[in-house]
């Protein structure tokens, strides 16, 4: 490198340099440069996106071989229209002034609006039509209440604003370093008189409401000497500000009233000073409330020790007569972005199992016994129990009744979600939960030793479990809220049954999430 | 492809040539995001919206100058409206404590060769080296600085030469340049 080195070789040096410099980018952005240019065209991704949900659906059908949930699954399918999005526009709609009308009435106007109101209403039965413009788009107040002197907002004003209405300013606030303010449009029937009275009130309004004087604050005065390098520009713009107006309402002096530079610039200055302290957990977390309408599987297996029973023989699944049964999920949580693709989520959820046994209903109750593990050995052994139903496998039932195997639990579902892609308002998640859960209660129906009776026996239902929750959805971004929906898959981790059951259950739900978030 | 062939195609909302015109500006179109950029993935967020503006405003392109030109000013602006949407940007742009900020020695990455320079660049201050990629390496005047980022044309001028200070201040202590010999006369030092 240069030895002796000069300003402008300095210069040179940093363009020079920088204009070497170049990276390649990832295929993502081609991808999506490419689907937001041809979006009747999509790129392969969201081909693969289908088939990634699609796999799981499948996986859960596969893993049933019960042909006759085949039409709840397909009916689950629907999600893929998903993917295709129209570009929203929300800021426009947005932007839009909301305008609320109050009819005449006797009622007195809203309590955050009476100091405004003040002036124009003078006793307490003397109330009046009005109108309340709330802008959504920042403006400029001059010091009067003509409405030609409202900015941003004058195609509204013009089709509320009737010849000797009353133009009020009743709210302003500062939002991203802007002003925004309520405007309310009152019909009154003695226009000068009113009219007068409340070019003070406005000016009073938009800047004593918040009871600080930003001249006295230093930090005000460095940023006034910021914008303003001149330095006496601002105080000057204050002082006209504060100044009685009764110049600018003197006949011919209407051009006074526009908001000047010195003003613009003054409250300009002031938004910026007074703006509010950003709080770094504010738009990083939401709040999420959902519910899974779910598919419930289970898979059966058994732990025997010490005795040559049916139960040690094949698969068990093959012995009985099992349908999936429709359950539920829903909850409440909290989503908070720990980075710009990952969240990290908890809450509390309730959940539903079912599952159905197909069975025959015996016409008297008969002895039978269910196989049990000794907690010290690890033997089995059977214990005697009676029974009103019976196995129908391979068997036609006389009497048929459907058993549920019924759970009720409270979970703590903590993981997180991470975003795989993103275009426009859509967005692709993946996630995982962990889901400490009590069970509260529900029926359980066992299999007897012999395989022929089902034993009530709620008791055998252990009351602490522990589910995972894989999912992936997409999330729309509608205005403030986010919607979210996506295939879930929730696998139970230990048996259904306490330890001692030799019977190990193992059950699973597929289901669709429906998911509203909202940031704070 | 020649130049005329993708302008043509891209005109036409070709995807063959809109990716030929993409894979060929696109790197050095990333090293100017990326300048501008606190990630390398932010940057390619840039990328991209950028791309598409570029694409989308093709019929704009007057062949008046070169084609890298064009596609590298909308670039930049797309950056600095990025930027700007980012209410950290509004507050470091107008840093009025700029003396106090100081460059500790883990700050400086430890990088050799090609991207040192643009490291460094990226290792200032957002507003100092916002200011500095767009006055001594984009060629923007003060008065379009000023106006691109609604700022005091003085700022622009105090923020560049705050930056390049500093700037000058990290590459020194990375001895990528060296110390300018003060100039001296028969008495001593001038």
Known sequence: ?520 | MTEELMLSGCLRNNATAQEALYNRFSPRMLGVCYRFAKNREDAEDMLQEGFIKVFSQMHQYRNEGALEGWIRRIVVHTCINILKKNKKFSDSIDITNAHSIHIREEMIPSIMQAKQVVECIRSLPLGYKTVLNLYAIEGYSHKEIAFMLDIEESTSRSQYTRAKSMLEEILIRKKIIQKPKKKTNFFGAV
């Not at chain 1, 295709?84 to 932007?95: H, T």
């Open chain 1, 1 to 520: 490198m240069e030895n002796e080195f000069y300003t402008d070789e300095f210069e040179q040096l940093l363009k020079e340099k920088a204009d070497q410099f170049s990276m390649y980018p990832s295929k993502r952005v081609w991808h999506s440069i490419y689907n937001n240019l041809h979006p009747s065209r999509r790129w392969p991704s969201v081909v693969i996106s289908l088939f990634f949900i699609s796999s799981l659906i499948l996986i859960g059908y596969l893993n049933t071989g019960e042909n006759s949930i085949t039409r709840q699954i397909n009916s689950n399918s629907n999600i893929s229209t998903s993917f295709v999005s129209e570009k929203a526009s929300p800021e426009k709609i947005s932007r839009k002034p909301e305008v609320v009308t109050y009819s005449k009435t006797t009622q007195q106007p809203e309590l955050q609006y009476n100091n405004a109101f003040a002036d124009v209403i003078t006793n307490e039965t003397d109330f009046y039509a009005y109108t309340v413009v709330k802008s959504n788009m920042p403006v400029y107040l001059s010091a009067t209440t003509a409405s030609t002197d409202i900015k941003t907002i004058p195609e509204t004003l013009e089709t509320i604003n009737n010849p000797g209405d009353i133009v009020q300013t009743v709210n302003t606030y500062i939002r991203s370093n802007q002003i925004f303010a309520d405007i309310a449009v009152i019909n009154k029937k003695n226009k000068t008189t009113i009219a007068k009275s409340s070019v003070n009130s406005n000016t009073e309004n938009m800047i004593v409401s918040n009871n600080t004087d930003p001249v006295k604050s230093p930090a005000a005065d460095e940023a006034n000497t910021l914008l303003n390098p001149a330095g006496n520009q601002t105080n000057t713009g204050l002082a006209k500000l504060n100044a009685p107006k009764e110049n600018a309402d003197a006949p011919g002096n209407e051009d006074k009233r526009a908001v000047t530079n010195e003003e613009k610039a003054w409250m300009e200055n002031y938004a910026f000073q007074n703006k509010p302290v950003a709080k770094k957990w504010k738009g990083r977390l939401g709040y999420q409330v959902y519910v899974t309408p779910a598919v419930n599987y289970r898979k059966l297996t058994t732990k025997v020790k010490g005795s040559a029973t049916p139960f040690a023989q094949g698969d068990i699944n093959h012995s009985i007569s099992q349908k999936p049964g429709f359950g539920f999920e829903a909850g409440v949580g909290l989503n908070y972005a720990v980075a710009k693709r990952l969240l990290v989520k908890a809450g509390v959820q309730f959940n539903y199992t079912n599952y159905n046994i197909a069975a025959d209903r015996a016409t008297h109750p008969i002895t039978t016994t269910i196989l049990l593990n000794d907690p010290a050995t690890g033997y089995s052994y059977s214990s005697a129990r009676t029974s009103t139903t019976s196995n129908t496998f391979n068997a036609a039932p006389a009497r048929p009744v459907t058993l549920h195997n019924r759970t009720y639990q409270v979970s703590l579902p903590v993981g997180f979600g991470y975003k795989l892609s993103s275009q426009d308002n859509v967005e692709w998640f993946a996630g995982a939960t962990l889901q400490p859960s009590y069970y509260f209660g529900g029926k359980a129906h066992l299999i007897s030793t012999d395989l022929k009776s089902y034993v009530s026996d709620p008791s055998s239902i252990s009351s602490w479990n522990l589910n995972v929750g894989i999912e992936t959805y997409m999330n729309f971004k509608l205005g403030t809220y986010n919607f979210q929906v996506g295939p879930q898959v929730r696998y139970q981790v230990n048996s259904t049954y306490k330890r001692d059951v030799a019977l190990i259950e193992k059950p699973y739900a597929i289901g669709l999430k429906f998911g509203l978030t909202k940031g704070f």
